[in-house]
C-alpha cells in the first residue's frame, strides 16, 4: 500500500494571508494531487492527526477538506484503516491536453483578426493625451444625457413582469411602434410597426438574417471595400463571401455570366455606401432589385448613417421600392443615439416576421426592457427628432472644422473632401504607402483612426484613412489635427530610421 | 403615345385627414403605379394644371411629387413636351414575388415553433385572471428595484466615452473581476477575471461557442430531455443534435461504438439537470471529462440554478475538474437578478478568451453599457449576496407551499415531490395523456407552465409539467393552484365532450 506522506506535504503550500479559507486552500490542493496522477489511486494519506502537527492548521480544517472530498469521489475512508485515494478521478484518463480540439474553420477565420477591431478605440483613454478620429464615435458630449437618465430612471424601479420577466421576442409593443412612427417619417418606409423587430444593434441583426436565410456555404456578395462587421457576420455562419466593386453610383452588381451559382443574398449600404459615402443612384437601385428578382436572392439594406445627412435628399430605400418583398431593411440607434445602448431593429416583410422573430430569439432574445422601454418614451417624446437636428448641425460644423484643419496642415499628407452624410471623410494619401501602417503609427502615437485597407475584401485600394470628425469639438480640432500631424511626423522618422 | 389620364386618375386615392402630407401620398401612389407596370414606360402623364384640378390640391402638391419623382428615375419632363414615365424602372422586370427565395434549412428549422416558446408567459398579463407557473420566472416582487435603480441612475447620466461608445469587447473590466470574484466564491471555479467574458446572456453564449468551435455539420451530444434554447443555439448553427438520455446520475455519454463521428462537442447542465433538476453524480463528471479527452470533444457547462440551491452541497463544476482546459462554463444573471436585465458570463480555458471575445463582438458585441456599469457596482457592494440569501429562503418557502398546494388540490392529477435547486419541480401526470396538450388546455384557461414533452428531442418520456414556483407568493399559491385544477377541470370536460 502506497503512503504519501512526503510527497503530499512537499506539494501543499497553505497561504494563512490569502482571501480562501485554509481548508478550501487543502481541499484545492489535495484536489489537484489526485486529478493530475500526483497522488494515484490506493495512495493512503497521512492521518488526520499527522496533517494537524506538519501543516499547523486545526483539526476541523483537515477534516472538513477530507468531507468534501470523499463526497466528491476524489477519497474513501476504510472504518478504522485511515483515508485512501479513491479510483474515481485516479483512474480516468490521466489529465492531459493531449487531444484538445481546435477552433472550428469559421471560428478561426472570425477571430483571426483579434479583438482590436470591435474595440474601436481605446476602452479608457486619457483625452489628455490621445485623440480619437474613429470613424463611428459620436459626440458624447451631445448625448441627451439628462433626458436619457430620466427615461431611464422611470423605467427602473418597475418590478412588474412586463419589466423584469423574459420579454416579448419581436421587442416591446409600443416601442415598435414608436420606431414604425420613426422610420416612416425620417425615411419614407412605409411599413407597420408590425413589420419592425427589436435588435441588440445591427449587428445581431446580420447574425440572426444569417441564420434565417442561409445555409452553410450559401454565397453572399458584399461590397468591396465594405462594412467589416456584417460581412464578418456572414462568414461566421459559414457563408463564403464575395465582393462586388463601387463606383460613384454605388455597389456594382456581380458578374452573373461567370458560371458561379447566383448569390442567395446581398448586403449592401445604399443610403451611404460604408466607408466610401457614396449613396446609391436611383438607377443601380432599380438594377439590384431586378438582380435580386432575376436570382430569387435576398437583399439585406444596411440604412446606416441614413438621418445624419448634411445636405442633398434622401433617396427612397430599397425598401420601399421593391414591391416583391426580398428586401430587408436593419437599422440602428449606434449612430444617432450611442453605441453603447445597444438597439437596433429590423424592418421585414410580413411573412418574415415571425420567422425572423423566433431566430432572433435563439440568436440572442431581445435588449434589455429597461432600455427599451426608455428608447420608446424617448422616441413618442420627440427627443430623437430634436438630437438629430441638434447633431446634424453640430457634425456639419465639426466636418468643416475638420476639413480646414487638414487644408491647413496636412494637405501634404491627405487629400479630403466634403461627405454628405456620415460621421466620416475619406483621407486619401499623397504618397503610396500602407494604410494599415499609417494608421498603426498613429495609434502609436495616441491618434485613431481606420485605414481604409482594412474594409477590403480582394480589391487593390487606394490608401486612404477614415477620419472620423463627430467625436472632436470643432474648436478643438485644429489642435487634434495638430496632434495627427505631429504624431504621422514621428512615425515617419521612425520607419526612415529602421 | 400611350396617355394615362383615366387609369391613373382612378387609381389615385388622397386622404385629406391622414398624417402623411398630401404630396408624400401622391409620390408614393404614382411610385406604385410606376413599379408595378399599371403606367408602363413611356406613358404620359396628365399635366400639373389636370391633376390640381382633378384631384382638387395645390399646384405645389403636384409639382413636389413630380420633382421627387424625377430626381429617383421614376418620371422625366421633355421641354414644353409634358412628363413621362421614365424608363429606370418600369423596364425593370415586373415586380412580382415570383422568385421569392424560400427561408434557409436551418431557419426554418429554427423558427418553426414560432415564437411562443420564447415568449415563456404572455407578456402583459392581468394578474387577476391568469397565473404563471412558468419555470424560468423570478420573483419580480423580490427584485432589488431601489438598489438596482439606484446603480443605473449612478451611471445613466454619464458621457464620459467609455459610458458612451463602443465598448470593450470582453466587457467591462471591473464587471469582469467582480463575476470572478463571485464565481470562485460562489462556485469555487478557480478562475480569474482575464478567463471572463460578459455576455448579453447564456443565450448568446451558445452561439458564440458554436461559431468559435463548431463548423456547420459537426455533430454535438445534447441531453434528451434538455434545455431547448441551448439545442435551438446549435441547430440554429448548422449543426445536427444527438440526445443522449438522463438516468439519476444526470446526462448517460453517448454510445462510442455506434460507428458515428465522435461529437465534437457536449452541452451539459451538471449543476441542475434542465429541466428534471438532477445533480450529476462524481462519477459521471470524471466520466464525461475523460470522454472528452478521449475524442478531443469540447465540453460547454451550462451552470444553471447553481447558486440557487435550498438543501444539499453544490458539487465542483466540470470546469474546475478538467485540468485539459476542454470545458468552459456559461452562467447567466437571468434567474439569480432579472431575465430582463440580459447579462451573463463565459468562463474560458486562458487560450480561448480572445477568440471567444472578437467571435463575440461578431455575433453580438457586448450589452449596453450602463447595465454593465450597474451590475459591476450591483456585485461589488455585495447586494447580490444579500439578494441570493432572501431569494433562497422566499424560494424555498414558496416551494414548500406548491407542493402543500398540489397535494392538497391536485394529487389526482400530478405527482411532484420537492427538488433542491432551480425554480420548478416536476409535476408527472397521473393520466397517460399528451403534456403538450395539457398545457395549452391550461393556457388557454390562463394557467401557464411548460411541458416536459416541449424539451424532448427523441426519447419517449412520461407525461409531465414544468411547474415554476418562484413567481408566485406562498399565501396565494393555494389560490393558484386552485386556479390550475379548475382549468385542468374545464379543459377535460371541453376534450371528454369534443
Request: charged residues 20%.
Amino acid at each position: 500500500m502506497k503512503s504519501a506522506g512526503g510527497r503530499l506535504l512537499a506539494g501543499l503550500e497553505l497561504d494563512r494571508a490569502a482571501a480562501q479559507p485554509l481548508h478550501q486552500q487543502l481541499y484545492a490542493q489535495l484536489r489537484t494531487q489526485i486529478l493530475t496522477g500526483t497522488l494515484p489511486t490506493g495512495t493512503r494519506l497521512p492521518s488526520t492527526r499527522t496533517l494537524v502537527t506538519e501543516l499547523g492548521v486545526s483539526r476541523i480544517t483537515v477534516v472538513s477538506a477530507f468531507e468534501q472530498l470523499t463526497a466528491e469521489g476524489f477519497l474513501r475512508s476504510r472504518a478504522g484503516d485511515g483515508t485512501y485515494v479513491d479510483t474515481l478521478w485516479s483512474d480516468a484518463a490521466p489529465q492531459r491536453p493531449m487531444s484538445r480540439p481546435p477552433l472550428s474553420e469559421r471560428g478561426a477565420a472570425t477571430s483571426s483578426r483579434g479583438t482590436d477591431l470591435f474595440s474601436e478605440a481605446p476602452h479608457v483613454w486619457a483625452p489628455a493625451e490621445t485623440e480619437s478620429f474613429v470613424a463611428s464615435q459620436v459626440a458624447s458630449s451631445a448625448f441627451p444625457a439628462a433626458t436619457w437618465k430620466r427615461l431611464l430612471g422611470r423605467h427602473a424601479g418597475r418590478t412588474d413582469p412586463l419589466a423584469i420577466g423574459y420579454s416579448d421576442p419581436h421587442g416591446h409593443r409600443p416601442l415598435r411602434e414608436a420606431i414604425a412612427d420613426y422610420v416612416n417619417d425620417v425615411r419614407g418606409l412605409g411599413c407597420t410597426a408590425d413589420q419592425i423587430v427589436v435588435t441588440s444593434g445591427a449587428q445581431q441583426a446580420f447574425n440572426v438574417l444569417a441564420v434565417l436565410l442561409l445555409d452553410a456555404g450559401d454565397p453572399v456578395v458584399v461590397e468591396d471595400p465594405g462594412h467589416i462587421s456584417g460581412r464578418l457576420a456572414f462568414q461566421s455562419q459559414g457563408c463564403p463571401v464575395r465582393g462586388v466593386p463601387v463606383d460613384n453610383e454605388g455597389a456594382v452588381l456581380p458578374d452573373e455570366h461567370d458560371g458561379a451559382p447566383p448569390a442567395r443574398l446581398a448586403c449592401l449600404t445604399p443610403a451611404r455606401h460604408h466607408p466610401l459615402g457614396i449613396a446609391m443612384s436611383p438607377a443601380r437601385r432599380a438594377e439590384w432589385i431586378a438582380w435580386a428578382q432575376r436570382n430569387g436572392s435576398w437583399i439585406v439594406e444596411d440604412d446606416c448613417d441614413s438621418e445624419l445627412r448634411y445636405r442633398g435628399k434622401l433617396l427612397p430605400t430599397l425598401f420601399g421600392l421593391d414591391l416583391s418583398r426580398q428586401v430587408i431593411t436593419v437599422g440602428s440607434f449606434s449612430k444617432v443615439l450611442a453605441p453603447s445602448i445597444r438597439l437596433g431593429y429590423c424592418v421585414l416583410p410580413e411573412d418574415l416576421v415571425e420567422p425572423f422573430a423566433s431566430a432572433s430569439s435563439v440568436i440572442g432574445r431581445p435588449p434589455a426592457m429597461v432600455l427599451q422601454l426608455a428608447l420608446t418614451d424617448f422616441l413618442a417624446e420627440g427627443h430623437l427628432h430634436s438630437h438629430l437636428r441638434r447633431t446634424r448641425r453640430l457634425y456639419a460644423a465639426r466636418q468643416d472644422a475638420l476639413l480646414d484643419a487638414i487644408d491647413q496642415q496636412m494637405s501634404h499628407r491627405v487629400q479630403a473632401g466634403p461627405v454628405d452624410a456620415g460621421l466620416h471623410v475619406m483621407g486619401w494619401l499623397r504618397e503610396p504607402v500602407d494604410d494599415i501602417e499609417v494608421a498603426r503609427g498613429l495609434a502609436a502615437g495616441g491618434v485613431y483612426t481606420y485605414p481604409l485597407g482594412e474594409y477590403k475584401l480582394t480589391r487593390q485600394l487606394p490608401p486612404a484613412l477614415l477620419i472620423g470628425f463627430a467625436g472632436t469639438a470643432a474648436e478643438h480640432m485644429p489642435q487634434a489635427v495638430g496632434r495627427m500631424a505631429a504624431a504621422w511626423d514621428r512615425w515617419e522618422r521612425t520607419t526612415a530610421g529602421s
